[in-house]
Protein backbone atom coordinates (compact mmCIF):
# COMPACT_ATOMS: atom_id res chain seq x y z
CA UNK A 1 0.00 0.00 0.00
CA UNK A 2 1.47 3.49 -1.08
CA UNK A 3 1.18 6.26 1.98
CA UNK A 4 0.93 9.90 1.61
CA UNK A 5 2.25 12.07 4.65
CA UNK A 6 0.61 15.29 4.88
CA UNK A 7 0.70 18.54 7.37
CA UNK A 8 4.07 19.34 7.96
CA UNK A 9 5.31 22.79 8.37
CA UNK A 10 6.66 25.37 10.28
CA UNK A 11 5.92 25.67 13.82
CA UNK A 12 7.18 27.53 16.49
CA UNK A 13 8.37 25.62 19.64
CA UNK A 14 5.84 24.97 22.03
CA UNK A 15 3.02 24.82 19.47
CA UNK A 16 0.91 21.82 17.79
CA UNK A 17 1.08 20.31 14.23
CA UNK A 18 -1.43 17.43 13.12
CA UNK A 19 0.07 15.02 10.61
CA UNK A 20 -1.70 13.23 8.31
CA UNK A 21 -1.36 9.80 6.54
CA UNK A 22 -3.35 8.31 4.37
CA UNK A 23 -2.88 6.02 1.31
CA UNK A 24 -3.23 5.96 -2.64
CA UNK A 25 -7.13 4.82 -2.31
CA UNK A 26 -6.16 1.28 -0.91
CA UNK A 27 -7.32 0.42 2.30
CA UNK A 28 -5.31 -0.26 5.64
CA UNK A 29 -7.76 -0.87 7.71
CA UNK A 30 -6.11 -4.05 8.72
CA UNK A 31 -3.13 -2.83 8.96
CA UNK A 32 -0.31 -1.61 12.08
CA UNK A 33 0.54 1.74 11.10
CA UNK A 34 3.60 3.87 12.54
CA UNK A 35 5.51 7.06 12.60
CA UNK A 36 8.71 7.39 12.56
CA UNK A 37 11.13 10.11 12.42
CA UNK A 38 14.81 11.51 10.29
CA UNK A 39 17.19 14.10 10.90
CA UNK A 40 20.47 13.92 8.90
CA UNK A 41 22.20 13.46 11.94
CA UNK A 42 20.58 10.87 13.51
CA UNK A 43 19.38 7.26 12.08
CA UNK A 44 15.68 6.77 11.59
CA UNK A 45 13.83 6.45 15.00
CA UNK A 46 10.16 5.23 16.26
CA UNK A 47 8.22 8.22 17.44
CA UNK A 48 4.86 6.24 18.01
CA UNK A 49 2.63 3.56 16.87
CA UNK A 50 -1.00 2.06 16.52
CA UNK A 51 -2.17 -1.48 16.46
CA UNK A 52 -5.10 -2.27 13.61
CA UNK A 53 -8.03 -1.45 15.94
CA UNK A 54 -6.50 1.23 17.42
CA UNK A 55 -6.72 0.72 20.78
CA UNK A 56 -3.34 -0.24 21.39
CA UNK A 57 -0.79 2.52 21.19
CA UNK A 58 2.83 2.91 21.51
CA UNK A 59 5.07 5.54 22.13
CA UNK A 60 8.73 6.60 22.22
CA UNK A 61 9.25 7.94 25.17
CA UNK A 62 10.66 11.57 23.72
CA UNK A 63 7.57 12.24 23.17
CA UNK A 64 4.85 10.78 25.79
CA UNK A 65 2.64 12.80 26.81
CA UNK A 66 3.44 15.42 24.51
CA UNK A 67 2.20 13.39 20.73
CA UNK A 68 -0.77 11.48 20.19
CA UNK A 69 -1.92 9.27 17.50
CA UNK A 70 -4.80 8.10 16.07
CA UNK A 71 -6.48 6.82 13.67
CA UNK A 72 -9.70 6.92 11.42
CA UNK A 73 -11.05 3.16 9.89
CA UNK A 74 -13.87 4.71 8.11
CA UNK A 75 -11.73 7.84 6.51
CA UNK A 76 -8.45 5.39 6.03
CA UNK A 77 -6.65 7.83 7.75
CA UNK A 78 -3.39 7.89 11.11
CA UNK A 79 -2.94 10.87 12.55
CA UNK A 80 -0.04 12.02 14.68
CA UNK A 81 -1.30 15.01 17.39
CA UNK A 82 2.30 17.15 18.44
CA UNK A 83 1.72 19.07 21.20
CA UNK A 84 4.43 21.06 23.21
CA UNK A 85 6.61 21.05 19.93
CA UNK A 86 10.34 21.16 21.10
CA UNK A 87 13.32 21.95 18.37
CA UNK A 88 14.69 18.51 18.91
CA UNK A 89 11.14 17.57 17.57
CA UNK A 90 12.86 18.83 13.87
CA UNK A 91 12.64 16.17 12.14
CA UNK A 92 11.45 14.07 8.19
CA UNK A 93 8.33 12.46 10.02
CA UNK A 94 7.32 9.09 7.66
CA UNK A 95 4.27 6.99 7.70
CA UNK A 96 4.53 3.24 8.15
CA UNK A 97 2.56 0.42 7.74
CA UNK A 98 2.77 -3.45 8.20
CA UNK A 99 0.21 -5.98 7.28
CA UNK A 100 0.38 -7.62 10.68
CA UNK A 101 -1.94 -5.63 12.08
CA UNK A 102 -0.24 -5.48 15.59
CA UNK A 103 1.84 -2.58 16.40
CA UNK A 104 5.58 -2.17 16.73
CA UNK A 105 8.37 -0.34 17.71
CA UNK A 106 10.53 -2.08 14.70
CA UNK A 107 11.74 -0.64 11.70
CA UNK A 108 12.16 -3.74 9.79
CA UNK A 109 8.90 -4.87 11.18
CA UNK A 110 6.89 -2.10 8.42
CA UNK A 111 6.27 -3.04 5.14
CA UNK A 112 5.39 0.36 3.21
CA UNK A 113 6.95 3.22 3.92
CA UNK A 114 5.65 6.96 2.41
CA UNK A 115 7.92 10.14 1.35
CA UNK A 116 8.00 11.95 4.43
CA UNK A 117 7.13 15.09 5.72
CA UNK A 118 9.00 18.15 7.14
CA UNK A 119 8.54 19.43 10.40
CA UNK A 120 10.42 22.33 11.83
CA UNK A 121 9.76 23.79 15.35
CA UNK A 122 11.67 26.95 15.42
CA UNK A 123 13.06 29.01 19.22
Known amino acids: VQLIESGGGLVQAGGSRRLSCGTD????????VGWFRQTPKKEREFVAG????????DYADSVKGRFTISRDNVMNKVYLQMDSLKTEDTAVYYC?????????????????WGQGTQVIVSP
Open 25 to 32: GRTFRGYA
Open 96 to 112: AARSDGDSSTRIIDFDS
Open 50 to 57: VDWSGRIA
